[in-house]
């Protein structure tokens, strides 16, 4: 079993959105993330996330499913094949709304989808955002910075 994301980039822009949100958005963003990464780590249905999904079922879109992230917020995904594609994120009005205009979706894995990187998945772990890597910040300023500088800078400081 893979795990896609239907047209990715706006997929990410509205986690980026509820990111931003601050809050009860944030959190939400933050179970999403995670649930997500949990379906590419593993190769069956988790027990733990079926708890979230809602208690009924979208005749509009064949195959789906909508979970509920809580605070009023879904997360919408579709079986295909063997396959489980994720589609939308965000308020359930939204979520809704989207469903409406989408109505019969049967997204092209090959086009329209980015597959999800398998890897393990931590307790703490779960962003979908790519890792940067480590910089020490003090020893980089501080290579560009000299001693007259820093006395030009601090000169009111310490007159002792």
Known sequence: MAV???REPQFRKWLEELKKGGGKA???SERAEKLIRAYASKNRMLPQSTKTMTKYGEARIPNSRKFNLGAGYRL???RK???IVFLCVGPHDFCNCWIDNNRGLDPDIQ?????VEPRPVADNEGSLERPEPETDYDRLLMSRIDERTLRKIFCGLNRY
Request: include cysteine; glycine fraction near 0%.
């Open 4 to 6: 896609y994301i239907y």
């Open 26 to 28: 944030a959190l939400v």
């Open 76 to 78: 919408i995904c579709m």
């Open 81 to 83: 094949f063997e396959d």
């Open 111 to 115: 086009n329209d989808c980015l597959l």
